[in-house]
């Protein structure tokens, strides 16, 4: 592959034009897009941009939409914001959408020759390079000048931000040199008066294993090219304790998987480092063969729900594979991987105007397998088991179309400042739909981001005294599939103080059986916890008292609980049922079977917050107090609405770590299945 502008590149690109419909298709769609931009002077703010977790809805944590430069609209309940810090946020966004817009009219330029589209881009450049000395160092505190200290910058509020912002600027730049639309002048001013500023500002803020540094090394590398600086390329790369291979040693596991364990990190980190090897193209740099760089494409094909979906997990929304299509188009050109994400997009993206392939005339690679007995990689029966062992997870999926599941056990290290408190968070997906989910996130502006999404009661997993999981790393002793049957057994010791946590799951037969003990040096208070987007359907043997939060705990997320029920009348085995809250699934239905309830055990059910738009779910918490020993049995079922429950009898002591069988009936009558659990 050759570097980007080159004479080879143009030639190339304009062949795609002419050979490729959704190249072409691509270019004329940006064309029309910058029509009316190119022919007026950049309307430039020269206010320095803010924090984008700030642009948030401070009611319900919604992301803002823009109306204009000074109005910005809630989509959930549709107020309007103005003023600070909503103004500064959306003008770093806008600073953003410059750079990548003068990246397009550049690519445009190179492919039709037009030069409109190329004096437009050099125009942004130019400014930015005339003006940058104006923006104040500013910071996402409202600090300014020295006082902003290491982590900010000028035209956005951190050195990360600065990063993502210049690197399009960069490649414009080097598309405009090698078209000799820049005057030997004019590369001087940008590399003295922008891009050498910019890398003294990101060298004031080395941040070692992080998404950051990866932009940091992004924005290195896509300058050197632009400058034609070998030596600032090679800082970028080989850095011992920051560069790219110090960043694919340390952050990515062999799996793959970036170390935070959030696949918003993970594909957010993937972008940087994929523009890392594209600049290093420039330099005759085969980047793209770094067998962890070709992992972190791998790994989201084993690890995706039914749906092409991932959980939110750490500090993480759900993501849709979808929305990558452009990085596949990278990873099927270079790899022969991600055939079928490319073949339903559009193809009209960057990536896929510059990179895309035709897909009848490479081979499709073969995917590497999903994995048994703790590996990645070898297909058991239908099931696939993916251990991600960076950031010590297990996914696992089986079955196709409506009677797809899948779940996922967070066991393993914290996640560094992307981490939450949630060692044997437990995650499950069933019947098209993720009954257990991850609290996630909201921007981290908004106050509930460390107040409920971190702590381990807005996660499926236990708490202890009412109080958050400390940093931890878990370990993962079996994950296998055997006959139709996959277990999975995870513990974590480091939790809480004198605690051991011990999570065995068994799916088969459509079924999630849960069994979690907890064994404490000292008599403490345990509490089961479990979310859900469902409503709960109200039993009617059961008595609902109301309760509050406070009585559960008043630290650590606990007070955000809301409508605090109390269930009496429950048997000692006892089935709870939900509703999907969402469209399309009124008839859907999670049915809950507690089983052998510990001794003096209370059940509570209460809403807690959930990210928008959906903004709220449903808990369930089982109490033991004063304890040293608690075992808590759940089967978990997806079924339709007016399914009969199921016949479940648990034969021996659910405290015992051996010899526990269920008994499992549909029905009064149904045949029997004996399943140890």
């Known amino acids: 592959m050759d570097g980007i502008g080159t004479p080879a590149w143009t030639q190339r690109l304009r062949a795609r034009m002419r050979d490729c419909d959704w190249a072409k298709r691509g270019v004329e769609q940006w064309k029309a897009r910058l029509s009316a931009q190119v022919n007026r002077p950049p309307d430039i703010p020269l206010l320095g941009g803010g924090w984008s977790h700030r642009y948030i809805c401070p009611d319900d944590g919604a992301a803002l939409v823009r109306v204009d430069r000074h109005h910005h609209e809630c989509p959930c309940c549709f107020r309007i914001w103005s003023g600070s810090p909503w103004e500064e946020a959306a003008v770093a966004e806008e600073h953003n959408r410059f750079a990548q817009v003068a990246r397009l009219a550049a690519v445009v330029y190179a492919a039709s020759g037009e030069s409109v589209y190329a004096q437009w881009a050099k125009s942004v450049l130019l400014f930015y390079a005339r003006h940058y000395d104006r923006f104040p160092l500013h910071d996402i ?112 596991g062999e799996d793959g998987f970036w170390f935070e364990g959030a696949w918003s990190y993970h594909f957010y980190t993937l972008e940087a480092q994929a523009v890392i090897a594209w600049a290093a193209m420039g330099f005759g740099e085969k980047l793209y063969e770094h067998p962890r760089l070709r992992a972190m494409f791998d790994i989201p094909l084993k690890a995706m729900l039914p749906d092409g979906t991932f959980p939110a997990l750490h500090d993480s929304k759900v993501v849709d594979i979808r929305s990558y299509a452009h990085l596949y188009e990278w990873a099927y050109a270079f790899y022969g991987i991600g055939k079928e994400i490319v073949r339903n997009s559009d193809r009209d993206s960057l990536y896929g105007v510059l990179f895309g392939a035709p897909l009848e005339t490479l081979p499709e690679a073969k995917q590497p397998g999903r994995g048994s007995a703790r590996e990645s990689g070898t297909v058991c029966d239908d099931a696939g088991i993916t251990v991600l062992n960076k950031p010590g997870m297990v996914s696992v999926t089986c079955g196709t179309g409506d009677e797809a599941q899948a779940l996922l056990v967070d066991y393993g290290e914290h996640g560094d400042w992307h981490g939450h408190y949630d060692k044997l968070n437990l995650l499950y997906y069933a019947r098209g739909r993720s009954w257990l989910a991850d609290a996630g996130m909201v921007p981290y502006g908004h106050e509930l981001h460390k107040a409920w999404y971190v702590h381990t009661v807005a996660h499926n997993t236990v708490t202890v005294n009412g109080g958050s999981q400390q940093e931890a790393c878990g370990r993962l002793r079996k994950a296998v599939s055997e006959a139709g049957i996959i277990r999975i057994e995870a513990e974590a010791e480091g939790a809480y103080e004198g605690v051991r946590l011990d999570r065995r799951l068994t799916l088969a037969g459509g079924l999630l059986v849960d069994v979690f003990r907890v064994t404490a040096d000292e008599p403490s208070t345990v509490d089961w916890v479990m979310h859900t987007q469902g409503n709960p359907v109200e039993a009617p043997s059961v008595r609902y008292i109301a309760d509050s939060a406070e009585s559960l705990s008043d630290t650590d997320g606990y007070p955000h609980l809301r409508q605090v029920r109390r269930l009496e009348g429950l048997r000692d085995d006892w089935m709870l049922e939900w509703s999907w809250n969402g469209e399309g699934g009124e008839d859907e239905r999670l049915q809950v079977y507690g089983l052998a309830e510990p001794r003096g055990a209370s059940i509570y059910l209460a809403e807690s917050p959930f990210m928008p738009p959906v903004q709220v779910r449903s808990a369930c918490i089982r109490r033991v107090p004063s304890c040293t020993r608690a075992a808590f049995v759940t089967v978990f079922r997806a079924c339709r609405k007016g399914d009969a429950p199921l016949s479940l009898r648990l034969i021996g002591d659910p405290s015992d770590s051996e010899g526990l069988l269920l008994e499992v009936r549909d029905g009064e009558q149904g045949e029997a299945m004996l399943w140890t659990v």
């Open 141 to 252: 505190f409202g600090k300014v000048g020295g006082e902003a200290g290491k982590y900010g910058a000028k035209v956005q509020n951190q050195t990360l931000s600065e990063a993502s912002w210049i690197y399009p600027l960069a490649q414009t730049c080097t598309i405009l040199r090698h078209a000799s639309m820049l005057s030997a002048e004019e590369l001087d001013e940008v590399g003295e008066h922008l891009f050498r500023p910019i890398v003294r500002v990101i060298d004031r803020n080395p941040r070692d294993r992080s998404n950051w540094q990866t932009y940091h090394n992004a924005a290195l590398a896509a300058i050197a090219e632009a400058l034609d600086d070998a030596g600032l390329l090679k800082r970028a790369l080989n850095d011992a304790a920051n560069g790219f291979y110090f960043q694919m040693e340390n952050g990515v």
